[in-house]
């Protein structure tokens, strides 16, 4: 067993890099004459098919904090951290139906647009530099630190730095094209990482019955093997902590708080992700809405797939490793699918470096596609280049993609914000977590409640960080650690917290209790607030299948591991 690249993975690894860069190449070539429209670079505006928007949406989703992440959250949770993949797939729903009749319908772009064209200026202003920090600082930075660690640990663990460059400068190759380049690339992309990640988890499972061979031979063996060793693996809802507790016991909770979870925090993080996010919204808004619909829901259908390629292996990880058979993996709960990579043999260990290097270098492009379109429709030419012609923001847009790239390098190159010393799956939802209840909360009342005031949304995007930081940070110490609205719980560093799912959702709860108040005082209907009728919200048969299908999948996963 070799834990690093050799010859074969390298080449299997750069024939995946020349198919991308000449397929973008090409798709680049067909929008030449569309280089200078604003619209078809950052929107791809009429050009997407569903099988493009859905397989964009997915390779946009699945990072690094997914394959690294998320299979580390495997090893430390088990099956329950699958509820945000499993979820997302209703929340995709509910955005197809609801959420995107309401953006298409009335012209929106980019989610700043939507807030001044329903609130203000001053909100949509505050939240398009709200965003670009958290899409810089958060998102960006985790996906190439993650990345550029993962791959590293396989390359021999010499080569960070660079290969940190490298998976930036393949990003840029790519989004510098625009969206459309970004998305039909994707689709490459998405077949290489779900292709990759398959072999992954089936060589997992082999190993698992190869290193402990009363459990039989082959990967269904090995699942059973897992089940057997791990039983607290395969349980979706955590149990609330006792007095009796384990310290592990109360930190999985801190993580996923059992059936409070699903009350409070995880719809918030689905909702707001998939529906109120110009990294994941942008995809569909250039579409119709039957092709927009459509795309979600195959993502939807795909989000099904992603808890097998990458939880499955870290919690293959655990066992192993629990039975002294996993001895290559080190940096804790976050190098689980980088040890599990080293059973892979040569060829196929390059084709599951191509996977991972696939959904890294498709979120950093769709991120840094995303960052420029705020940037250059929502600040640049709003307040620095109200002229700018369609070729000028175009350029800036190009503009802003390198810079957003090089802010992220300067932050990750040295790790200055941390993400590798609190796991980096839970680093992007906790920190996203801060001015999600906010958000969520502007844009569900913006769409659905015509009484909402700008003022109201000033309040909600104020309160709802502030509300969140309070929670988070402050609440035990400030009000104890057994109330009416929370139990706060030691964690492993002695200090007593509430688990951020739970904080999200009381943020949530006081932040729309605050807006409605305001907009109470206001005008019993604002005159910013959108039309809507019954038409909008209905769905073809075909689309309803789709949904039927999507929520008995679910269904069937929850009465297995509940």
């Not at 060589?203 to 059973?224: C, R």
């Not at 801190?254 to 995880?266: D, F, K």
């Not at 980088?338 to 290097?357: H, I, R, Y």
């Not at 950093?364 to 923001?393: E, F, P």
Request: net charge positive.
């Amino acid at each position: 067993m070799s834990q690093n690249l050799v010859f074969a993975d390298y080449a299997v690894f750069i024939i995946y890099f020349v198919i991308v860069s000449t397929y973008g190449y090409m798709i680049y070539r067909k929008r030449e004459k569309n280089e200078h429209d604003a619209k078809a670079y950052f929107l791809a505006e009429g050009t997407l098919t569903w099988w493009a928007i859905g397989a964009s949406l997915i390779a946009s989703n699945i990072s690094a904090e997914q394959f690294i992440g998320m299979s580390g959250e495997g090893f430390f949770l088990g099956v329950a951290v699958a509820a945000y993949e499993w979820l997302a797939a209703v929340a995709l729903i509910i955005i197809a139906i609801w959420f995107i009749p309401v953006y298409l319908k009335n012209k929106i772009y980019t989610m700043p647009q939507f807030l001044k064209t329903r609130y203000n200026e001053s909100t949509a202003l505050i939240m398009a530099v709200f965003w670009l920090f958290l899409y810089v600082f958060v998102n960006l930075t985790s996906i190439l630190y993650l990345g550029a660690v993962a791959i590293n640990g396989l390359a021999g663990g010499e080569y960070l730095h660079a290969i940190m460059i490298g998976l930036a400068l393949f990003a840029l190759l790519i989004s510098l094209g625009g969206m459309k380049v970004v998305a039909y690339t994707d689709v490459i992309q998405v077949a290489v990482l779900i292709i990759g990640g398959l072999v992954t988890s089936y060589i997992a499972l082999t190993k698992v019955a190869e290193y402990l061979p009363d459990s039989g031979q082959g990967a269904i063996a090995g699942f059973k093997e897992l089940m057997h060793q791990a039983p607290e693996h395969f349980k979706m809802i955590f149990p609330k902590p006792t007095a009796a507790s384990s310290q592990l016991e109360v930190d999985k909770y801190l993580t996923i708080p059992g059936v409070l979870a699903y009350a409070a925090g995880m719809w918030i993080v689905n909702l707001n992700y998939w529906g109120c996010n110009q990294y994941i919204t942008q995809r569909a808004l250039g579409a119709d809405l039957q092709t927009a619909r459509t795309g979600i829901l195959f993502a939807g259908f795909l989000k099904l797939l992603m808890p097998l390629i990458v939880m499955l292996p870290g919690i293959a990880a655990f066992v192993l490793y629990k039975n002294g058979h996993l001895p290559q993996l080190v940096g804790g709960k976050d190098g689980a699918y980088s040890a599990m990579l080293t059973f892979l043999p040569t060829g196929l260990k390059g084709l599951s470096v191509a996977a991972l290097t696939a959904a890294i270098v498709a979120s950093l492009a769709g991120k840094v596609n995303s960052i420029s379109t705020i940037y250059t429709l929502d600040v640049h030419k709003k307040y620095i280049q109200k002229d700018a012609t369609d070729r000028s923001q175009v350029s800036i847009g190009k503009y802003a993609v390198v810079g957003a790239m090089i802010l992220a390098i300067m932050f990750t190159w040295n790790d200055l914000l941390g993400i590798g010393g609190v796991g980096g799956f839970t680093y992007i939802q906790k920190y996203t977590g801060f001015i999600s209840p906010g958000v969520f909360a502007m844009f569900i009342l913006g769409m659905f409640w015509k009484r909402t005031t700008g003022a109201a949304a000033i309040v909600g995007v104020i309160a709802g960080f502030l509300l969140s930081v309070l929670f988070n940070e402050f609440a035990p110490s400030l009000f104890g650690n057994d109330t009416i609205l929370y139990t706060a719980y030691m964690n492993a560093k002695g200090i007593y917290e509430i688990p951020f799912l739970i904080c999200m959702g009381l943020s949530f709860m006081f932040t729309m209790i605050l807006m409605i108040l305001v907009s109470l005082a206001g005008p019993k209907v604002n005159p910013k607030a959108f039309e809507l009728d019954t038409e909008m919200f209905k769905i073809k048969p075909q689309t309803t299948i789709m949904i039927v299908i999507t929520l008995l999948v679910i269904t069937a996963l929850y009465v297995k591991f509940w």
